[in-house]
């Protein structure tokens, strides 16, 4: 089968052939339909400080949010069967330790990525994953719309964390993928969102899709003051920090009301130190992190919004590329040409 392969520790990609995996006891077998690139994908391909930080084992396939046809099932597979169509969890859970058994398999003790810790991924004809990760859409769902249900579960997971109010403001800070997914989550609640982003591309695409009242350009200007004229002076009540920079994580304690909540999704390289005092102390400002979805109750949230047309999951595809020519779509993201991109192998 084709498969977009990291072999060496250096930048790039190579599209090669290599066996077609085969599923133990426990496994699913599954004809890979569409597959979308996420940030981890960049920094594999880049081979950065962050790759080398996660020790992602080599050789190795790349990606991990699809969608695809189960073709075969181990022998002691219960939950799914060969013609299901499926998504997949990137989590890869032990089952057996705290987190696992207290309803937190998402931050596992054990815990492995799927397409990061373990060689394989999903850039390929074929995907092997454990039943456990498996989800399974409702038929009739398309592939590419089935391959985002993962990045829309950490907006989903987000929103769940910061449990918002009836008539709440919201910020998003960033205007990628899940930025927009937020945007739209928040607005589906009644919520009032404001939007912002530096990039060009990615605020005409957020305008274009219109989940927020506003899209505010923050690379000019002085952010917080923007950001406050569109939504109140006592600031939001919400802030989701989506951009994961130093600077828009210090932004989002300037904009956020007090006794507000700061959403962080976590891995800025920045790594900011912060103002407890003023901020989390006098402010009394909660600030939240989050990584990955709850499996699988942010899977099935998504699921019903989408059914409802209250969240579109294909908002924020910019564009279809074939397997073979995958490194186009490497390219698109690094020059930050590109919101969502799927490949069809
Ligand atoms: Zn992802
Ligand atoms: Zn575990």
């Known amino acids: 089968m084709k498969a977009v392969m990291k072999v060496d520790p250096t930048p790039g ?37 962050q790759a080398v930080k996660w020790n992602s084992p080599l050789p190795r396939v790349l990606g991990h949010e699809f969608s695809g046809d189960v073709v075969e099932v181990g022998k002691n597979v219960t939950m ?85 109010n009836p008539g709440d403001t919201a910020v998003v800070l960033g205007c990628g993928p899940i930025g927009m997914y937020v945007q739209q989550i928040m607005k589906a609640l009644g919520c009032d969102v404001i939007a912002t982003d530096v990039k060009k591309f990615r605020i005409d695409h957020a305008k274009k899709v219109g989940a927020a009242r506003e899209v505010i350009d923050t690379s000019v200007g002085n952010a917080v003051e923007k950001v406050k ?14 951009a994961g920079s130093g600077e828009t994580i210090k932004q989002s304690l300037d904009m956020v009301a007090k006794a507000g909540k700061v959403v962080l999704f976590g891995a800025s390289p920045d790594n900011p130190v912060l103002d407890t005092t003023t901020y989390i102390v006098y402010k009394e400002i909660d ?55 799927i490949l069809t192998p």
Request: net charge neutral.
């Open 80 to 164: 799914v069967k060969a013609g299901d169509l499926v998504a997949g969890e990137t989590h890869i859970p032990c089952e057996h330790c705290y987190m696992c058994r207290t309803g937190r398999m998402h931050i596992c003790e054990n815990m492995k990525i799927l397409g990061v810790h373990v060689p394989e991924g999903s850039f390929a004809e074929y995907l092997v994953i454990p039943e456990t990760i498996a989800y399974k859409l409702p038929a009739g769902t398309p592939y590419d719309v089935g391959a985002l249900y993962e990045p829309c579960g950490v907006a989903m997971h987000a929103v769940q964390r910061a449990q918002p």
């Open 287 to 341: 600030v939240l992190g989050l990584t990955g979805r709850y499996m699988f109750s942010t899977w099935d949230r998504v699921q019903r919004l989408v059914a409802r047309g209250l969240v579109n999951l294909k908002s924020v595809i910019t564009h279809q590329l074939p397997l073979e020519k995958a490194e186009e779509g490497f390219q698109l993201l690094l020059k930050g040409e590109a919101s969502k991109i």
């Open 229 to 242: 004229s569109a939504i109140g002076q006592r600031g939001a009540d919400i802030v989701f920090e989506a």
């Open 13 to 49: 990609i190579k599209i090669m052939d290599i066996d077609k995996p085969k599923p133990g006891p426990r496994d699913v077998l599954v004809r890979v339909r569409a597959t979308a690139y996420c940030g981890s994908d960049m920094h594999l391909y880049k081979w950065d400080a």
